[in-house]
């Protein structure tokens, strides 16, 4: 079983930045892929990055170019740095992680998740 705690959530002006955290436990995670989705209240459950145990790594278009997903396995942490924030980006974020070594963007496809942590970026 492997327990996720993610932070770093918070409210920010348009325009500024976040770097969530998401911490890893109850098992070695290194070889997991890591994937961070969100749902905004009245919409599904949105893919937003996923990296594998190698490196590879997989944005969403609404994100890509504004947010990087990283992971440092000595510390068993994954992070999501998110930049040029606008309230389209205002979610519930969760991080999530899979048994599988490989990248995916499906949710049903990840097998542990934390209870999420709430971005609001205001105009």
């Known amino acids: 079983q492997v327990q996720l705690v993610e932070s770093g959530g918070g409210l920010v002006q348009a325009g500024g930045s976040l770097r969530l955290s998401c911490a890893a436990s109850?098992?070695?995670?290194?070889?997991?892929?890591m994937a961070w989705f969100r749902q905004a209240p009245g919409k599904e459950r949105e893919f937003i990055a996923a990296?594998?145990?190698?490196?590879?790594?997989s944005y969403a278009d609404s994100v890509k170019g504004r947010f990087t997903i990283s992971r440092d396995s000595a510390k068993n942490t994954v992070y999501l740095q998110m930049n040029s924030l606008n309230p389209e980006d205002t979610a519930v974020y969760y991080c999530?992680?899979?048994?599988?070594?490989?990248?995916?963007?499906?949710?049903?496809?990840?097998?542990?998740w934390g209870q999420g942590t709430q971005v609001t970026v205001s105009s």
């Open positions: 999530a992680a899979r048994v599988g070594l490989g990248i995916t963007n499906t949710y049903s496809a990840y097998d542990y």
């Open positions: 109850g098992r070695p995670f290194s070889r997991n892929a």
């Open positions: 990296i594998s145990w190698i490196g590879e790594s």
